[in-house]
């Protein structure tokens, strides 16, 4: 099967020798614009949030650079793991993907600004400029498809959890088994994302293929 050729192939590794010396440049350009126009980021980009989204820019444009006039894939395995990891941070804190993704898109934009001055300046073709515009952003897509990767894994692993979680909680209830106190019958609730319920109702109902029983219900308070 053939393979589209990937834009940045397009591109002559000179013209990452013009691009470079504008790198810190730009890296600041994307870091200014998150921080102004998302405002879950704005005036939180002094601490270690900034410090990682920092060195999520530098690491996504260091590894651009070294793209161009190559056929390589857009990530290799420590910048793929970059950004699943960031992904799998946004779901262990409950957020959904709409922030990074933004992200993403601001700084791919800042970025094609910041490169596309670069490049008028040196000379470089209106053909380039077109290829280098097109491998930026199928670039950042390929980050944004890593960063979903991992978001799917946390939520995966979360889901996992919280059934655990239930069918402890479950146990709890309908067994009977002793726990400390109602504090810590609540904590359990919370673990498990369910409201604690004031009854708890059991129907038995007969598995397939067993002999024919009246369900029973049982009802009890907790």
Request: charged content about 20%; hydrophobic content about 50%; cysteine-free.
């Amino acid at each position: 099967m053939l393979v589209a050729p990937r834009p940045w192939s397009a591109l002559g590794p000179g013209t990452a020798d013009v691009l470079r010396p504008g790198l810190p440049d730009a890296v600041d350009a994307a870091i200014a614009a998150i921080d102004r126009e998302l405002p879950l980021f704005r005036g939180r980009l002094d601490g270690e949030l900034g410090r990682n989204i920092r060195r999520g820019v530098q690491v996504a444009l260091d590894r651009f650079l070294d793209l161009l006039g190559t056929d390589a894939p857009a990530l290799d395995a420590r910048s793929e793991q970059v950004y699943a990891a960031f992904g799998e941070g946004e779901g262990s804190h409950g957020r959904s993907m709409d922030t990074l993704l933004g992200a993403y898109r601001i700084g791919a934009r800042v970025t094609w600004g910041s490169f596309a001055a670069a490049a008028i300046r040196a000379g470089i073709t209106t053909g380039d400029l077109v290829v280098l515009a097109e491998a930026i952003f199928a670039y950042i897509d390929e980050i944004s498809a890593a960063s979903a990767v991992g978001y799917a894994r946390q939520q995966a692993a979360q889901a996992g959890q919280r059934n655990a979680r239930r069918a402890r909680l479950a146990e709890v209830l309908l067994t009977g088994t002793a726990v400390p106190d109602v504090a810590e019958l609540r904590r359990l609730a919370a673990g498990a994302a369910w409201s604690l319920p004031a009854t708890v109702a059991v129907a038995v109902v007969p598995l397939s293929g067993a002999a024919e029983r009246t369900p029973v219900t049982v009802r009890g308070r907790r």
